[in-house]
Structure formats: C-alpha cells, structure tokens
C-alpha cells in the first residue's frame, strides 16, 4: 500500500520556469492538500481540495495553481518560479469530514535559482 | 497566519533520557495532533487528542490536551537513537462550511539523541 506518492522528490529550476508537481494517493481519500515547508516558518498550506471537483486557496496560495484531476490524484503547477518558492513541497490527503488523520507524502525539494 | 507557540525548539539529549515539549496557543482548539517527521520524509501521526484532559499513550509517547483547550504536552520516555527527528504539534480548527477542517501547525522541536 503506497500511501501518498509525490513526484518528484527533487527539482531545480531556473527562475521564470515552469512545472508540475504531481501527487496521487491510493487510500480513497476525499481530501487533498499541498503544503509548502520552510526553515522557521513550519508547514504552511498552499491549496487543497475538500472533495473531488472542488479546490480551494490556502494560507499562501499567490504563484500557484492546483488541479484535483480525478479522486485519486492532485497536482500542483507553479508557472513562473521565483527564488522565494525555493522550499520542500508535501502533498497531504485525508478521508475529510471529521477525520482529522492526514497521511503526508514524502516531499519534493525544489530549489529556485 | 494564526502559529502554535512550540517549545523548545530544539533539544540534544543522552539515550535513555526522558523529553518533555510543549504547544500554546492563543485560540481554543477542539484536537490537538502530534506529528513526527524523521528526515526526507513526511511528518507521521503519533498521537491524535479530542478532549480538554484527555491523556493519551503510543508506547513510549505519552500526550495530553490541555484543560484550557490552549495548549498540549508530549512526552517520550526513555529516548532510543530512533526518536530523532522534528516533532510537531496541531491545533485543528474548522475551515470551511463544508467540515473540512484546518490545521495550525507549531514550528516543531527538532530531538537529537545521543547514542
């Protein structure tokens, strides 16, 4: 049972580039989310889906997009990075309602120069 | 955005001690979550609590929620190598009209132990 799977685990890009970082999960979860980890700053959340079909913004949401593009799987888009985005991204999904158990991937480290 | 108070931030610690680490908030909170990230990898949840007094085991993990509903205690008792890595807390609070719930997150207390 794999559980949460991000992809990529690490990424460099230059600024103003592109990409996707995909996240799928195999538990049948409802919902979906995309943290973003910085030294001194904790997790912070950047979007989630509460169900399939629904997305909706986070704490820091600006120089990102998301799509949920099926039950299973939740991608996150940055489309013109930018060195402040340089951090490690987690991909998070829970049953939703009242289950507060959220099952993490293991993180993509991107790095922005 | 609203930040749990974690302390300490960091500890170092000999194998076998016993570690005690502590979450504030300003807001009341309904659950209150502890997480362990060991590094590379994504936090894992050691211990969920629903209710103001409730004490909770996990093995060597022992967490409490807080009477005022403001803050949380974890502890770990004889500490192996194993127990290295980030430790944090959440709060959970309701985020939206649909119940989906949102979590606010301390900055965690990194544990080194000393084999």
């Known amino acids: 049972n794999a559980g949460v799977t991000q992809t990529p685990k690490f990424q460099v890009l230059k600024t103003g580039q592109s990409m996707t970082l995909q996240c799928a999960q195999d538990m049948n979860h409802n919902s979906m989310y995309w943290y973003r980890q910085d030294p001194g700053m904790g997790l912070r959340l950047i979007y989630y889906?509460?169900?399939?079909?629904?997305?909706d913004k986070g704490e820091v949401p600006n120089g990102y997009n998301v799509s949920r593009l099926n039950k299973r799987e939740f991608s996150l888009r940055l489309e013109s990075a930018a060195p402040s985005q340089t951090s490690v991204y987690f991909c998070a999904s829970r049953q939703g309602g009242s289950g507060e158990k959220l099952f993490f991937g293991s993180g993509t480290q991107l790095s922005v120069l | 955005g609203q930040q749990l108070n974690q302390s300490p931030q960091s500890m170092f610690i000999q194998e076998g001690e016993d570690v005690s680490m502590n979450c504030t908030s300003s807001?009341?909170?309904?659950?209150w979550l502890w997480y362990k990230q060991d590094p590379g990898e994504g936090p894992v949840l050691l211990i969920a609590?629903?209710?103001a007094g409730e004490l909770t085991s996990n093995g060597r993990l022992t967490a409490q929620f807080g009477i005022t509903r403001k803050d949380s205690f974890l502890n770990i008792s004889a500490s192996i190598p194993s127990d290295v890595g980030i430790y944090f807390c959440a709060g959970q609070e309701r985020l939206d009209a649909g119940n989906n719930r949102k979590l606010i997150w301390g900055l965690g207390t990194s544990l080194a132990v000393n084999p």
């Open positions: 889906s509460a169900s399939e079909g629904t997305t």
């Open positions: 807001s009341i909170f309904n659950t």
């Open positions: 609590l629903y209710k």
